[in-house]
């Protein structure tokens, strides 16, 4: 995308317009604004006047400042767990904090996309502890923390922990606080990364907790979902979203349904396997707020007229005396379900890995070359939002903006080879 149709996209966003009400908002006809938003290789596409882009950065400006006196105290005060800067569920957002925090992660887009540099973290180190097996998750928390100038120390499995020796996790969390300044911890048992939190008051973050609570996946994937509808010309009030898979154990869709639960007039399918529905607490929160609930094993009928996809794979290494193996054939997303059920805008994401075996029928490779295939937007967001992460609980986010200076190095201008030109670097 050009800057100037960056710059209109992320105003819409953060605005939480529309195209009609926005284009109205700056007093401007909504041709006008449509031609501003077109690529620069189209024949209609059009410069915006310098005198609407200071304008559009005035009212954000404005909102920005109202926002801030409204909500004086803190980012990290504001998402405290216990009075502590950590974070470990999205219990601890609200619509207004998860908005905030956003803002941070677009101020850090220049250094995910390798443009700018900052060195804030300089000096900070930290622990990654996965005792459970993860590479996107552990890379992508290294990589951001990175980006601002941090170290990265990383220890995977129980095999190379002390605890294989039976330390306790208080010993292991007051240890590890004595070595680094922040803390990731994946765990497979559900609560187990509070345990390590209250152990300690260096910034804790929760990667995973069995079928708990994956909140930095949920943090991204809605961020995901609102850079997506805002070039879409769509509003997360309001949308459908339907929610695909193993919904008993996939714990990034617990943690993403109560993110989208602070919207207004969501519509949320559920469709499962038979045995691998939606918990009953989680579905209950969700029915407390006045949005529309539907769940069902029929594939075809939940996804019709959806925006949003959301897929997950089977979690077999949580079932306990479960035998179910896999997705049936006719359970599977593909380019034809697709087509048949939802429109040319619909996302389809997944929280990944997704499973390629054949027999495993989970998201299919067919829609790799498909614009609406998300999947790879949403692992590029995770970078930006960790980074926000980061910067918020350690509390540098206010000297990132002044900190940045120029990439000197030669970087590719798309991330993959089969990118579209809307998702690549620029």
């Not at 410069?47 to 882009?53: D, K, N, T």
């Not at 996309?113 to 900052?118: A, H, Y």
């Not at 617990?254 to 602070?262: C, D, E, Q």
């Not at 499973?355 to 067919?366: C, K, Q």
Request: charged share 25%; net charge negative.
């Amino acid at each position: 995308m050009s800057a100037q149709q960056t710059f209109l996209r992320d105003a819409m966003r953060r605005l939480n317009m529309t195209r009609e009400a926005f284009a109205t908002r700056i007093g401007v006809s909504r041709r006008a604004l449509d031609t501003w938003l077109l690529p620069d290789d189209s024949q209609e596409s059009r410069a915006m006047p310098e005198i609407v882009e200071r304008f559009v950065t005035e009212i954000l400006q404005r909102q920005e400042e109202s926002t801030q006196s409204v909500h004086s105290q803190p980012l990290a005060d504001a998402i405290a767990f216990e009075g502590r800067p950590q974070l470990l569920s999205v219990d601890q957002f609200t619509r207004e904090s998860a908005e905030a925090l956003f803002r941070v992660a677009d101020i850090m887009q220049p250094i995910a996309r390798r443009q700018k540099i900052s060195r804030v973290l300089e000096g900070a180190v930290l622990g990654n502890l996965f005792f459970e097996a993860s590479t996107r998750t552990r890379v992508s928390f290294g990589a951001a923390f990175c980006r601002l100038g941090g170290s990265v120390c990383d220890t995977t499995g129980f095999t190379f922990s002390s605890m294989a020796k039976g330390e306790s996790i208080y010993d292991t969390s007051r240890v590890m606080a004595g070595y680094v300044d922040a803390l990731v911890v994946r765990h497979p048992e559900q609560g187990s990364v509070a345990e390590f939190a209250r152990a300690t008051n260096i910034p804790v973050i929760n990667a995973g907790d069995g079928p708990g609570e994956h909140p930095s996946q949920a943090l991204l994937d809605l961020y995901t979902i609102q850079r997506e509808f805002s070039r879409l010309g769509k509003l997360v009030d309001g949308s459908h979203i339907a929610l695909v898979g193993d919904l008993k154990y996939g714990r990034t869709v617990h943690s993403l349904s109560k993110l989208l639960a602070l919207y207004k007039g969501i519509k949320l399918t559920l469709i499962s396997p038979p045995g691998l529905e939606m918990p009953s607490y989680v579905v209950d929160r969700l029915a407390k707020n006045d949005h529309v609930i539907e769940q069902t094993h029929d594939l075809n009928k939940g996804l019709a007229g959806a925006d949003v996809v959301y897929a997950t794979r089977i979690q077999k290494e949580r079932f306990k005396d479960e035998s179910f193996e896999g997705y049936t054939p006719e359970f599977q997303i593909n380019k034809a379900t697709l087509d048949a059920a939802c429109g040319p805008d619909t996302l389809v994401m997944h929280p990944l890995p997704r499973d390629g075996r054949p027999d495993a029928n989970d998201l299919s490779t067919d829609l790799n070359h498909d614009s609406r295939l998300a999947i790879f937007r949403q692992t590029d967001n995770g970078i930006p939002v960790r980074m926000a992460i980061f910067a918020v609980l350690l509390g540098v986010d206010g000297q990132v903006q002044r900190s940045m200076r120029d990439a000197t190095w030669r970087r590719p201008t798309m991330v993959g080879p089969d990118d579209a030109v809307f998702h690549g670097i620029d």
